[in-house]
């Protein structure tokens, strides 16, 4: 995620902008769409075809309402999937705190293997969701992992869910055992089901894009407004339809591109979350919480993949 202080450098952000792969593709296509344009106005304004190829604009603006109410519909799905799942990574830090607080009040200080235990299996739960909702868990970056409990872990395709469930099982021993009494069960059962909630929260807005037959749809309509624009905006501004042309469709195809970067927030593009960085975060909470201290921390800021 691009981080910037709203309405402090109006034209540091647009170049920061300018840096992004999908601002790249958004290039790339209005300079092929520029040299289609030369091209086509070229030809009618040298044979003289301009009579022929007359379109009315009238149709084209009216074209372009029905377009940018499809485009607003687009962007708005996209951003509302990209804010749910920042609102779920909100949720998530809180509950962890809550639940780390919750175990501080239930264990003695004397028990640090319980404390630690905890700790490091909270942390390990968010840190194994950032790449589960990408392409798998790397348990190379989770901390405190022995290496019999690591061999456990190579034959589970669902590491988050089983990491909650060893959390669940702890719990409901102590239970068992009188550690926790009737009460504090009650209370961090609710805030270890929250943990389950927000991963199927993500999940769901992962595994669920936009129906592709509406993506299909409103990428054809782009295109065919775009191949039709130049033969109607040449007769009436001739070799100035080219710029026109170019810019009418940096901003249909903007809004479209900018909108399928976002529908997907897990990954590491541009503007997606910056989840591994809250899972560190959450992972210092909560250590401080249950340790008093912070862990040792080699987490490097992740770089984004697709950036020049």
């Not at 044979?47 to 607003?72: A, C, D």
């Not at 028990?111 to 969701?129: K, P, Q, Y």
């Not at 054809?220 to 407004?225: G, M, P």
Request: proline share 3%.
């Amino acid at each position: 995620m691009i981080l910037y202080k709203t309405n402090q450098n109006w034209l540091g952000d647009v170049s920061h902008l300018f840096k992004s792969w999908t601002m790249t593709r958004i290039v790339r296509a209005v300079g092929i769409m520029g040299v289609y344009s030369l091209v086509a106005c070229l030809v009618i304004e040298k044979m003289n075809w301009g009579e022929y190829v007359q379109l009315n604009t009238s149709i084209f603006s009216l074209l372009g309402v029905i377009l940018s109410i499809f485009l607003v519909f687009r962007t708005n799905s996209a951003y509302d999937r990209w804010w749910e799942a920042r609102k779920q990574w909100g949720a998530l830090v809180n509950n962890t705190r809550n639940f780390a607080i919750y175990v501080d009040s239930m264990y003695p200080e004397e028990e640090e293997d319980t404390r630690h235990w905890m700790a490091s299996h909270v942390s390990n739960f968010c840190i194994a969701l950032v790449d589960h909702l990408r392409e798998g868990t790397e348990l190379d970056k989770l901390i405190f992992l022995p290496k019999e409990e690591r061999e456990v872990y190579e034959k589970k395709d669902h590491i988050p869910n089983y990491i909650s469930q060893q959390i669940f099982k702890k719990i409901a021993a102590d239970h068992r055992d009188g550690t926790i009494n009737e009460g504090d069960y009650i209370n961090i059962k609710a805030q270890h089901q929250s943990f389950l909630d927000i991963l199927g929260a993500c999940e769901r807005i992962k595994k669920t894009p936009i129906p592709f037959s509406y993506a299909v749809y409103l990428k054809i309509f782009i295109s065919a407004y775009a191949l039709l624009l130049p033969f109607a905006l040449v007769t009436s501004f001739h070799m100035m339809a080219v710029p026109l042309a170019m810019f009418l469709f940096f901003a249909l195809l903007g809004v479209e591109l900018l909108g399928e970067e976002i529908e997907d927030p897990f990954g590491l593009d541009c503007n997606d979350l910056p989840t591994g960085d809250i899972a560190h975060t959450i992972k210092k909470n909560v250590f401080e919480i249950l340790e008093n201290r912070k862990p040792i921390d080699t987490h490097e800021r992740e770089l984004y993949e697709k950036v020049f």
